[in-house]
Structures are given as structure tokens and as C-alpha cells.
């Protein structure tokens, strides 16, 4: 499976997702990783694609505002409109509700501080049938507290587009939400990093695993039966 | 893009100098700039005329104490430089220590303790851009960042916002750049009420073939600025960083006054320039490159003019500049405007080399060539404005043999201390406010990206950080970063405390499971000046130059801050140590405090032990309990080298045969303070603990000692001679939290709140 990780200046998580997919999840889904540098003219054919942290554009404006501006994301919509798995992980995540693939906004966390530690995400059981109750998987952000209006709530409720929440809220976001799906399902956005928590050797929990896995499977699955 | 720019070829004939300076004003010139009389003596004879303005600048910054360490050069040089593993040594932007099979690691520490007590943000900000990009204009990879605060009491009116502004400046800048911080150490005293410190330290990867220095070599080579676009931000930054504050009366108007000389960084520029200056390492494209730090534009074309033996000429009017109003030759030679690099390279890389820094999106232009005069001279709006010998400015650098007071006598006496009947609760509660849980300060930095922190800040001890490399053999080798410096020890005495603190830092190493390999230093101090404070520099001197030969971590790289003084009052000696070691496995490194997370496997009760040297010793000079309690003693002890080595081993061994779930070095909270702040992270724990046969339980738990705390499911078998341990009693997490000392019951939940609480 070929997973396209883009790359804005000063997405600085790029290399990250460049040494882990194929580190911890390289054999399982035979992940191979491929660059996509932001001034492209075309989008390389992947199975799967990921927007990492980081802070694209140095968070000009607003955290992600001027990344989803990029020529590139408008073919990336087209993608996702086709069904091809996305992933927006921290910034990436802010480019894909600036870029409107996915519902609400990304504010300043409710006490205005930077904040970088383990959080007990509750992964939503539809989604997630195999993973334990909570999982502890890091965040860092200053700008991580999801908002919604109440009829994008009810929406993402009655979907089930909610797929992680903060057991115990750390930033402000809206019914503690930490990571959601777009309607289809198959873009993502999520404020915790699963790939920092997917070698328990790091940190002490390899709780990020069951999200990714969730992902990629959902990519393999698209790659047998297209 | 196509290219617009245009070589700058030295014409025949040279403009006219501008105009001379008027030595009947040297009165007010020569404070001004921070140059003595006798040094302008010597600038009259290495000029063989009186100098241009712009010149008298160039003097001023590359003879300040800041650049040319003219007070401490003659100290420096006893310090212990080499050892099997130190791959490049001091006097290059960073030193660097082998790891393993090609994989070595450049790392630096350095202070920014003036700009960040004016404009404590920006002043943070700009000391963590600027170490990086010392340790990656060598061609590493930064892969840790590391930070060393000081600031005066918590009840004192300024240290509030200095903590909060420092910590939200190296958390915005270290962050955006993408850089981890997994540590540092953080601690109040009141000898800094009127001077904070903030010491930076970076450690990145490289490649032991791939190590560049900045030379500008090759005559007709071009000379290229990269970067941000130069402003009037930090003009003087270097002077300014070599003078002592008035008192805080005239505070305000310093300030002011001072406000220009602060840099003012822009991290997403940094983290453009950092991957565009490895691309460019990576793809051969330059001879020489160096990082635009203290004085700028003048001490990065001195220093690579002056390692290669050429000359430079410069145009200014090529200078990419970013105000309204043109700059000076002055002000541009002396802008500590950040994020700019000046580069050399051949007119054939040159077209290469440009596609590169347009696909960055940087601001750039040639601005010079390599001449073969050995002068560097620089020509603005048609004028000379600089024309000066590379060598002899800096080989004609002052260099002061100080007067310094004559060395103390120090006769340390064992301090026996009855406390009568103690309220444990109560003086535990004041010994973990005094010293402080400090999640508050390190969740505002990324401890994780990178995804090869091992082990960060809130393992509370050395950081373990893994590799991963393709240029390393091992697979699961890591490199574990301790930084440590007990003031209290090296103001009761310089030379022994700076022992002391290279021995922190090397037993956090240990309890890690590693072993130290070598040591940066950043020696914060007063006006050197003053022989009393002349002294305490020359003696910590000595004391390192011990510690580190025993410890076989020879110091390769480091910086000298002095004139840390407010009025008449200065900073206690704070020679701070950052020390690089290496674990040969990372998966069996041990925590110096168990973790939430980690306790889900360990189910079972653990043993508390305590492990140190046969002859039990104390002091109660460094214990925080004295500290507290106002109790002044004489009695910080000698170092046994040879026990410190064999306890590092004894550490290890065990380890091998029964993993640790973690182990820390008691040093100033004492053995109870320590074994709580292990287990503080969850309030679910029950721990019962004795006082050891035949040992003062006041002391015992309270004093400072040489041992560690280990928590472990059993005793190795076997400890090597000269090393004892001594069962303590156990901590279980059974759902229940307890603490029981010798069978009496205190408040876990009271103490664990005044322990996160300190902070605040």
C-alpha cells in the first residue's frame, strides 16, 4: 500500500509519519511512504493520504488557513469525494476543517497554553471493536478545541462521526471531542497523535495502534475491493 | 524562477574610507562601545589609523567579553578537551561525541540570560533559534532540545511573569520548529531576583564523515546571505551581553534603553532554514556556511575569513533588509537579526545552489567573494566602510589575567542535627513546594515529535532519546541527556559544588542505565571584575577539570556568561552542566519515576531500595529540608570517584539481571522526597516504608546523600564491593493511597497536591 504524506514548510511532523507508518506498520499492511511536496502540479496516485502536524505556514492567519488554500487540496477533495482514505493528524486536522472536508473549527485551547501531554481517549465503540475501553495516546497543541454549532453536533452524533474523546477534556473542545470522520467515513481528523503512541518502547503505550490500524485497514480494504 | 542576482567581483581600485572617527570624542566613543582605553591602544596599532565608525563597531563586538571570552580564555584552557570518543572538540559551533558505527552527535549549550531578563519572550526564544542553528550549520539534525532556568524567589514581584514569558518563549519557538523538548531543570533562588538565567542547549544527529565546519575558502568564491532579511533588531546584542545591569532602580530606563539590542525571532523561518541549510549540506553545495549569531554579519564573515587565512569583500548594498529606512554599514554589520546564514561557494554550485534556497522560499542574495588580501573589507553607498586585518583582529584580541581574591579554605564539618520530634507531614509538604512537580512548565513544549523520545520530561530524570538510525550498528543504542547545577553547593564552594554538578548530571545518567561520554558547559557568573567572583570562575574551573577527567566526559563545547550582576549584587556561581551519555539498549532504560501508564503492567507490589556507598554519609549543605529550615552547615562532602563509577555499574548490572522499574539519584530532596516524587504521578498508590537499622531517621530521609533510590521486584544478587543496599519497604498499586513511615500514617493525597501545586 502506497501512503502520500504531504509536506507544507514547516510541517514538522512530516518526517515522523516518513520513519513510523513504515516502522510499526510496515509488515502488517506492507506500507511503503511516499513525499508529497506541496508545489507539486499533480497528486501522486496513493492508497492513502496523511496531512501532518506541524505548524504549515507557520500558522499564518489561522492554524492551517493558508495550507488549505494550496492547489494541491483541491485535487486532494477530489480524492476524498472518490473515497480515498484521509487522515489529518494535529495541523492536519486544522487543514481539513479550514479546507471544509471536515465540520467545525479548531480554536485556541480554553486556557490559551500550548499543551503537550498523554491523554485517555475514549475511541467509539462502532468503529473501533477490537481497542480497549481508553487508550493513552499524546497530544501537543495550542490550538486543538474542536467547536461546533449544535446542528453539526447532532449531525456528527447521528452519524457516528465521532471517533475519539477526551476522557478528561484538556482544551474546551465541544463534548470533548478529540477526533472525527467526514459523513463517508473516510476522512479523518483527529488532535492526538496515534503515530507517537505506536511503539510502546516511546513513551510507554502503543494505544495509537488502534486507531491506525482501524485507518489502514480501512485503505487495504479499498485496495482488494476498489 | 530564474536568477536575478550578480556576482560581486572586488573593482581595481577601491572606494575612498569614509570618514575617520574624531578621537577628541573617544570620551564618549570608547564607553559607548564598551572598549577600554588600553584595548583602544591596540586597535590603534592593528589599524595602524584610528578606525571608521563602522570599524570601531567591529572591534566593539569581536573584543566584548561575549565573543572573545577575555576574561575567561586563560581558565578555559586547563579544561580536560579529549577523550576516545570526542570527535570534535571546542572553539567549533558545537562539539561532537561518537554514539556508535557512524552515528555521533553535535551539542552545545548556551546561555541568553540578558536579552531574556529584558524581554524574557523574545530573549528565550531567540537563545533556542540560535543554538540550533549552531548545532545544524554543522550538518546535524536536531533531534533534542534541552533547558536550564534560573529565576529568583517565587515571592518575588518579577518572577512570575519572567517564568511564564521565558517558558511561553522556548515552547513557541522550539515547537514550531519541531524540535522535542525531553528535559532541562528549572529552580528558584533569591541570588537571581535580579538576574534570571536561561540556558538553551540543542543535541543533533550526524554523520561522523559529514561533520562541516565553516571555511571560506577558494579566492573568487562567492560569499551568499540566506535568511530572514536584516532589521535593527539586537544591534550591540553582543556588548550589551557583557556588561552588568545597573541597579534595579533605574530598572525601567535600562530597559528602554536595552529594548533594540533584543533579537526577535520568527520559528517558522528557522524551521525553513533548518531544513534548507541540511539540503544543502546534504547535496555538497557549499565550502563554507556559518550561523549569523552573536555580532551578526561580522562574526560569521571574521570567523570563516579568518579559519580559512583569506579575506572577504563585501557590498552591503546587497544585504536583504527589512526596514523602511535604509540601515547603516554600522547597523548591518552589527544586527543580530535572526535566522540568517552567511555561505561560500564556487560560482559552478552557485546556479544549484540558488534553484535550492528559491524552492525554500528564501530571502537571499551574493554579497560578497573570497579575496586573497586577509582583510575584510566592506563597501557601502560608495564608501570603505571596513577595512580591517582578519588575523590580527582576532589574534590581537585582549585577554585579561583578572586579579582574582585568594582561594578559600574549605574544611568541611560533619554537621550532627537533632530535630527533636518532627511533624513529617507538614516538613515534607514544605520540602515538595520547594521543589516543585514542573508539569506545568513542560506540557507547553513538544516532548514527543521526532518519535524517538524514549523518555522526556516527565520521567523526571535523564531523557533517553533513540535514534533510529541507519548510520548506527546498534539498532537499539540511545543517547541519554542530563544537565544539572546545585547553586546552594557551588556558593558554599565553587570548585567542590562544580564537582557535585557534573556528578548530578552523570548520576542521572547511571540511573538511566547509561554512561556519560562528554560535557558542555555554560559558566554563568558575575563580574568577572570582581576577584571575589574571578575566583569562583577559576576554582569551577578546577572542579570540572577534576570531575570531568575522573568521569572520563571531557567538556567539548560550551559558553561563558559573566557580568550577571544587578548593582553590586551577583548570581551564585551556576556553572551548568549538559552531559551527552549513551545506553546500549533502549528498551531496558530506567525511569526515574513510574508513570501512570507504565503501571498497567506491573500489578504487583515493588521493593524500594536504597543503594550507595558501605560507609553511609550526608550533608545537609544542598538539602533542600536545610534549605527550608534556614539550617546553615559546612559540610559538603569530598567525592569518592571511585565508589561513583562502581555505583554507575552496580546500576547496570542489576538491571541486567532484574529490570528496574525505575531509579533516581537521591540528591537534594532526600530519600523520602525522592521516593514520593517516583511515585507522585498517581495518587493510587499505598507505600510503606522503614528507616534502616542503626541510621538517624531524620537524616536518613531528609539529608542529602550520595545513594540512589531503586525500585525493583527483587535485590540483585550480588553487589560489587564498596556498595551496599538497603531495603526500605515496598509501594503497591493497589487502588488505595497510603503513606506509612516506620508504621505512622501521612496524609498521600496533601502531599501529592503540594508537590503539583509548588509551581504556582
Known amino acids: ?226 | 524562477m530564474t536568477s536575478t542576482k550578480t556576482p560581486v567581483n572586488m573593482p581595481q581600485k577601491l572606494p575612498a574610507l569614509a570618514c575617520l572617527i574624531d578621537e577628541s570624542a573617544l570620551d564618549t566613543l570608547l564607553p559607548k562601545h564598551k572598549i577600554a582605553k588600553d584595548e583602544y591602544g591596540i586597535l590603534r596599532e592593528v589599524m595602524g589609523r584610528a578606525p571608521t565608525i563602522s570599524e570601531l563597531g567591529v572591534f566593539s563586538a569581536m573584543w566584548s567579553e561575549h565573543c572573545s571570552y577575555k576574561s575567561s580564555r586563560v581558565h578555559l584552557g586547563r579544561l580536560p578537551t579529549q577523550a576516545q570518543q570526542v570527535v570534535v572538540g571546542p572553539g567549533e559551533n558545537a562539539g561532537v561525541v561518537h554514539i556508535d558505527g557512524d552515528y555521533c552527535v553535535a551539542f552545545k549549550m548556551e546561555s541568553h540570560n540578558h536579552p531574556s531578563y529584558l524581554e524574557p519572550y523574545h530573549g528565550a526564544a531567540t537563545g533556542v533559534g540560535g543554538i540550533m542553528r549552531d548545532v545544524f550549520c554543522m550538518g546535524a539534525r536536531p533531534i533534542a532540545n534541552f533547558n536550564c532556568l534560573r529565576f529568583g524567589e517565587k515571592t518575588h514581584p518579577k518572577t512570575k511573569n519572567l517564568l511564564e514569558k521565558v517558558v511561553d518563549g522556548i515552547g513557541d519557538y522550539g515547537n514550531c520548529v519541531g524540535v522535542p523538548t525531553v528535559g532541562g531543570n528549572l529552580s528558584f533562588h533569591k541570588s537571581y531576583n535580579g538576574n534570571c538565567l536561561v540556558n538553551a542547549m540543542t543535541v543533533g544527529a550526524i554523520h561522523k564523515d559529514r561533520i562541516f565546519k565553516g571555511f571560506a575558502s577558494g579566492v573568487g568564491n562567492y560569499v551568499i546571505y540566506v535568511g530572514s532579511a536584516t532589521g535593527r533588531d539586537g544591534i550591540h546584542g553582543a556588548t550589551m551581553a557583557s556588561e552588568s545591569f545597573a541597579d534595579s532602580a533605574d530598572d525601567k530606563t535600562k530597559k528602554s534603553e536595552n529594548k533594540t539590542t533584543i533579537q526577535v525571532g520568527d520559528p517558522f523561518m528557522e524551521n525553513i532554514l533548518l531544513e534548507a541549510t541540511l539540503e544543502i549540506l546534504d547535496r555538497n553545495l557549499v565550502i563554507g556556511l556559518q550561523d549569523m549569531g552573536a555580532a551578526g554579519l561580522t562574526s560569521s564573515a571574521v570567523e570563516m575569513a579568518g579559519r580559512a587565512g583569506n579575506g572577504l569583500y563585501l557590498d552591503f548594498t546587497r544585504v536583504p533588509i527589512r526596514t523602511k529606512t535604509p540601515l547603516t554599514a554600522y547597523e548591518l554589520l552589527l544586527s543580530e537579526s535572526q535566522e540568517r546564514m552567511l555561505m561560500v561557494c564556487t560560482p559552478e554550485k552557485w546556479p544549484e545552489l540558488e534553484k535550492l534556497i528559491q524552492k525554500w522560499e528564501l530571502a537571499y542574495d551574493i554579497i560578497g567573494s573570497v579575496t586573497d588580501t586577509a582583510r575584510m573589507q566592506v563597501v557601502f553607498d560608495g564608501a570603505l566602510e571596513v577595512d580591517i586585518p582578519v588575523g590580527p583582529l582576532t589574534d590581537a584580541a585582549p585577554k585579561y589575567e583578572r586579579p582574582m581574591a585568594a582561594s578559600p579554605t574549605y574544611v568541611a564539618q560533619n554537621a550532627q542535627i537533632s530535630f527533636g520530634k518532627l511533624n513529617w507531614q507538614k516538613e515534607l509538604e514544605e520540602v515538595l513546594k520547594a521543589k516543585p512537580c514542573h508539569a506545568d512548565v513542560y506540557h507547553r513544549y513538544d516532548q514527543h515529535i521526532g518519535l524517538r523520545t524514549i523518555f522526556g520530561p516527565e520521567h523526571q530524570g535523564a531523557a533517553v532519546v533513540w535514534p533510529q538510525s541507519d548510520w548506527t550498528k546498534n539498532k537499539d543504542v540511545g543517547v541519554v541527556i542530563s544537565a544539572a547545577c546545585e547553586e546552594d553547593l557551588t556558593a558554599e564552594n565553587a570548585s567542590l559544588g562544580t564537582e557535585h554538578a557534573v556528578l548530578k548530571a552523570a548520576r542521572m545518567v547511571y540511573a538511566a542505565g547509561g554512561r556519560p561520554l562528554a560535557i558542555t558547559d555554560c559558566m554563568n557568573f558575575g563580574n568577572p571584575e570582581d576577584p571575589q567572583i574571578m575566583r569562583q570562575f577559576s576554582d569551577s574551573v578546577d572542579g570540572m577539570t577534576i570531575a570531568c577527567k575522573e568521569l572520563d566526559a571531557p567538556v567539548i563545547g560550551g559558553n561563558v556568561s559573566l557580568y550577571n550582576e544587578t548593582g553590586s549584587t551577583s548570581i551564585h556561581p551556576t556553572p551548568m552542566i549538559g552531559m551527552v551519555g549513551k545506553i546500549e539498549d533502549v528498551h531496558r532504560a530506567i525511569p526515574a519515576a513510574l508513570l501512570g501508564r507504565y503501571k498497567k503492567n506491573t500489578e504487583k507490589s515493588i521493593s524500594v531500595y536504597w543503594l550507595g556507598p558501605d560507609e553511609w554519609d550526608h550533608s545537609w549543605v544542598g538539602s533542600i529540608f536545610a534549605r527550608v529550615k534556614g539550617i546553615k552547615t559546612n559540610d559538603l562532602a569530598a567525592v569518592d570517584y571511585g565508589y561513583e563509577t562502581t555505583a554507575g555499574a552496580a546500576i547496570h548490572s542489576w538491571n541486567e539481571k532484574t529490570p528496574l522499574f525505575a531509579c533516581r539519584d537521591v540528591a537534594s530532596s532526600g530519600a523520602l522526597a525522592t521516593i514520593l516524587k517516583m511515585v507522585a504521578c498517581s495518587q493510587k498508590v499505598a507505600v510503606h516504608l522503614n528507616t534502616p537499622k542503626e541510621i538517624d531517621s531524620h537524616t536518613f530521609w531528609l539529608a542529602r546523600n550520595q545513594g540512589y533510590i531503586a525500585f525493583a521486584s527483587e535485590l540483585a544478587e550480588a553487589l560489587p564491593p564498596g556498595i551496599k543496599a538497603l531495603s526500605l519497604g515496598e509501594v503497591s498499586f493497589t487502588g488505595t493511597s497510603e503513606l506509612r513511615l516506620d508504621g505512622q500514617a501521612l496524609n498521600m493525597l496533601n502531599l501529592h497536591n503540594a508537590w503539583k501545586g509548588g509551581l504556582r
Not at chain 1, 91 to 101: H, I, P, R, Y
Not at chain 1, 183 to 191: C, H, R
Not at chain 1, 212 to 222: D, I
Open chain 1, 1 to 226: 500500500m502506497r501512503i502520500g504524506v504531504f509536506q507544507f514548510p514547516a510541517s514538522n511532523n512530516f518526517d515522523d509519519w516518513m520513519l513510523g507508518l513504515p516502522r510499526d506498520y510496515g509488515q502488517q499492511f506492507s506500507v511503503t511512504v511516499q513525499k508529497i511536496w506541496h508545489q507539486e502540479a499533480e497528486l501522486p496516485l496513493c492508497d492513502a493520504y496523511i496531512l501532518p502536524g506541524g505548524f504549515s505556514y507557520g500558522d499564518y492567519l489561522r492554524a492551517g488557513a493558508i495550507a488549505s488554500r494550496s492547489p494541491l487540496l483541491l485535487k486532494l477533495k477530489v480524492a476524498a469525494d472518490a473515497g480515498v482514505p484521509i487522515l489529518g493528524v494535529c495541523n492536519g486536522f486544522q487543514v481539513l476543517t479550514e479546507s471544509k472536508m471536515l465540520p467545525g473549527a479548531l480554536l485556541p485551547n480554553a486556557d490559551g497554553e500550548f499543551l503537550c501531554f498523554y491523554t485517555e481517549l475514549i475511541p467509539d465503540k462502532s468503529r473501533f471493536l477490537l481497542a480497549p475501553k481508553t487508550l493513552s495516546v499524546p497530544i501537543a497543541h495550542g490550538m486543538g478545541r474542536y467547536f461546533c454549532d449544535q446542528a453539526v453536533l447532532e449531525n456528527l452524533k447521528n452519524n457516528q462521526q465521532i471517533l475519539l474523546r477526551y476522557k478528561q477534556n484538556p482544551n474546551g473542545s465541544t463534548e470533548d471531542i478529540a477526533g472525527i470522520a467526514n459523513k463517508q467515513g473516510n476522512v479523518w481528523g483527529m488532535m492526538p497523535h496515534p503515530e507517537r503512541a505506536s511503539a510502546r518502547s516511546i513513551g510507554g503505550s502503543s494505544d495509537g495502534q488502534w486507531v491506525l490500524k482501524e485507518f489502514l485497514s480501512m485503505a487495504k480494504q479499498r485496495v482488494i475491493n476498489p
